[in-house]
């Protein structure tokens, strides 16, 4: 029997193209295992991207994900086969070993199925591939009821590991480890302090001190190491240098080729890449202890050495991103890197800097300083370095304003308005330069012939360009100055954006109302909606706005039902039809309570009448953290009689993680937004009588 037949056996058997995976048919599997083992590189790493793409896609478990496994351990435990690193990593995700707790379904069969196997993985910790001994370590966490044993099999290893890589991995494994259990071994925490005290290789003792600091219950232990200490650790670290991962040596046009170029192309030219992982690892280890990761994150940025300030700056995004925190200095740092940093740095400094609106305040000079001297205003994305630009230029689709001026636009800092009237000027105009000039108000009207301009001749039939309505909105926060651009508004097409803009700035009703009166009756909701409440905010008259109310109240979306509940608690009234509708929408099993809580905020407008609606906002409070800033703007405007709501206004304020912050996403407004929270938790517990903290 041969290598392949041995390896897959019954694999033709299978019905293959009866199952389905991310794509479709999962017919292509069984040509996709066979090249997991092709001598050439590059045909393995397709079949891998191919296994990562569509039969484990975005880590999605499939019956085909499944029947693969039993081909993949094969795979896995034959010695002589090329590809087995990747195979076994591949495995590891499938098993979901990155978090493998309250698994069901499939998700929970493909665990089941990688764990049966830890004998296996075992043996790999002393395979010959010190990437497959490192790979097996990753499978270890899938092993749920064998911990223990693998916590004990890995301290008992690694002091006969060669490989440094490895040895760094066997501590990272031992201490994820050990956070999935109930209480921590006080062995394994001896175990760790002693690495730390006394192993002589240097990143080593910064990883056990990264998953010694970790360990639940660790901030209530003596630690065995301060900042100081760790600092002094990290420059001997980037002083003496770390290994560097050669270049694979081939390409393939996938997206773990893609990835792997990218990790290929950070190591470039950096004496000690390893670092990156060190100050990531140390930075996240402190969890909530802010001050100490900005002691950390600082001590890095006022060295002179930017392979410091490289890695600082990233950990320094993902502290601001997550924690709340007083970052003053350390921002001023990042501006300090925009100013006189390293062609490496200073693009990573802006992208720190990019969506924190007004936190980004402290490096505005640096910023601004940057910016009005660049050279070069638009560059290719290809050529952003050192540099600075204002626009950049992508091979597909329109360019962009700069990560550097984005952020100095969402600070607020009027020297973005010159910049923003050249992007506004600029040919083809960036997708975005419109959005940025929102941020300034009534003071961006110095922008108003370059806007007016934009408004009549970026197109408006086009479903995937957004720059007029982009365009419409900055005209809309400039307000009733905006008022000479009421005839572009009129004589273009009718979007939502148009029509709340008539509401803010239309200095005459009577060129208005007609459009209003029209769209007020569009089938299309979307227009009738913004059109009801336009008429209702120019001359008060709330007949368009109750007829709409009533269209989406019978319209089988939730979203028009919240479209009904917002306008009828604009207009502080409703028919008793209305009122009985509101009432049961109130009422129903709503699990996210955007519904519930637009109907209970629509009643207290129309009643006046609290009581029914604190419930609601306490309950959805608590199972909707997206919520919150909306019912703390209704808690300031309840005033006293939401005296109920202070101990969780309280509780929001005291919190040192960001209240949107997510393990597994991000969003661009993610820190704005949080921002907003925290004023206005302040300004309700002053609106209520209570302690502003």
């Not at 990156?276 to 950390?296: K, P």
């Not at 800033?629 to 009689?641: C, F, H, K, S, T």
Request: glycine fraction near 8%; proline fraction near 7%.
């Amino acid at each position: 029997m041969t290598v392949e037949e041995d390896l897959f056996a019954g694999l033709d058997e299978i019905r293959w193209g009866r199952m389905r995976h991310a794509y479709g048919s999962a017919a292509e599997v069984p040509g996709l295992l066979r090249d997991l083992i092709n001598p050439d590189p590059t045909v393995r790493e397709s079949a891998l991207d191919g296994f990562y793409g569509a039969v484990h896609h975005q880590g999605d478990v499939y019956p085909c994900t499944i029947a693969a496994i039993p081909f993949l351990l094969r795979i896995a435990e034959r010695l002589d086969l090329p590809g087995r690193p990747g195979v076994v990593e591949l495995l590891a995700s499938m098993g979901s070993a990155e978090d493998p707790t309250g698994l069901s379904g499939p998700y929970r069969k493909a665990n089941e199925a990688v764990a049966a196997a830890y004998p296996l993985w075992e043996r790999l910790l002393e395979d010959a591939d010190p990437r497959v001994r490192g790979a097996a370590l990753e499978v270890l966490p899938a092993c749920t009821r064998r911990r223990r044993a693998a916590l004990t099999r890995l301290a008992g290893r690694l002091a006969d590991e060669t490989d440094e890589e490895v040895r760094h991995a066997i501590v990272r494994t031992a201490g994820t480890l050990a956070r999935f259990e109930e209480g921590v071994d006080p062995a394994l925490r001896d175990w760790l302090a002693g690495i730390v005290a006394a192993e002589p290789d240097l990143p080593l003792r910064l990883v056990a001190l990264a998953e010694l600091t970790s360990l639940p219950g660790a901030p209530d232990e003596p630690p065995v190491a301060d900042v100081d200490d760790v600092l002094e650790m990290l420059a001997a670290v980037y002083g003496s240098g770390t290994g560097v991962t050669a270049p694979a040596g081939f390409e393939t046009c996938t997206l773990i080729g893609a990835v792997r170029r990218l990790r290929e192309e950070a190591d470039e030219g950096r004496r000690a890449p390893g670092a990156t992982a060190l100050v990531r690892g140390l930075s996240a280890s402190f969890g909530d202890r802010v001050d100490e990761r900005v002691r950390l994150l600082t001590g890095l940025l006022r060295s002179q050495d930017w392979e410091r300030h490289l890695d600082a700056l990233t950990a320094a995004g993902n502290l601001v991103d997550g924690w709340r925190g007083d970052y003053r200095e350390l921002i001023g740092l990042v501006g300090e890197r925009i100013g006189d940093g390293h062609p490496r740095t200073r693009p990573r400094a802006a992208g720190v800097l990019e969506h924190l609106g007004e936190l980004a305040a402290p490096a505005a000079d640096a910023l601004a300083a940057a910016l009005e001297s660049t050279t070069r205003r638009a560059l290719s994305r290809t050529e952003v370095d050192a540099r600075l630009p204002w626009v950049i230029e992508w091979s597909r689709g329109l360019p962009t304003v700069s990560p550097a001026l984005r952020a100095l636009s969402g600070a607020g800092d009027p020297r973005a308005l010159p910049m923003l009237a050249w992007a506004l000027d600029r040919e083809p105009m960036p997708s975005d330069a419109g959005s940025c000039v929102i941020r300034f108000g009534p003071r961006a009207t110095p922008l108003m012939p370059l806007l007016l301009r934009r408004l009549r001749d970026l197109p408006a039939d086009d479903p995937h360009d957004h720059r007029r309505d982009s365009v419409v909105r900055a005209l809309t926060a400039i307000g009733p100055a905006a008022a000479e651009a009421l005839p572009g508004l009129l004589g273009g097409p009718v979007t939502p954006a148009v029509l709340v803009a008539l509401a803010e700035i239309v200095p005459d009703a009577g060129e208005c109302l007609p459009v209003l009166r029209q769209a007020a009756t569009a089938a299309d909701l979307r227009l009738a909606v913004p059109a009801a409440r336009a008429l209702w905010q120019i001359d008060g008259s709330a007949d368009a706005a109750l007829a709409v109310a009533d269209r989406c109240l019978d319209d089988d979306s939730e979203y028009a039902w919240r479209d009904a509940a917002g306008l009828l608690a604009e207009l502080g009234q409703a028919t008793r039809s209305q009122g009985t509708r509101l009432r049961r929408l109130a009422r129903r099993k709503d699990p996210y309570g955007w519904l519930v809580l637009s109907a209970a905020h629509a009643l207290w407008r129309i009643t006046g009448d609290p009581p029914p609606t604190l419930p609601v906002l306490e309950r959805v409070w608590t199972t909707n953290v997206h919520a919150r800033r909306r019912i703390a703007a209704l808690w300031a405007e309840l005033g006293p009689v939401a005296v109920d709501s202070i101990p969780l206004l309280t509780a929001e304020l005291g919190r040192v993680r960001r209240h949107n912050a997510r393990e597994d996403g991000y969003s661009t407004a993610q820190v704005t937004e949080d921002e907003t929270l925290l004023d206005r938790c302040r300004a309700a517990l002053t609106a209520i009588g209570g302690h502003v903290q």
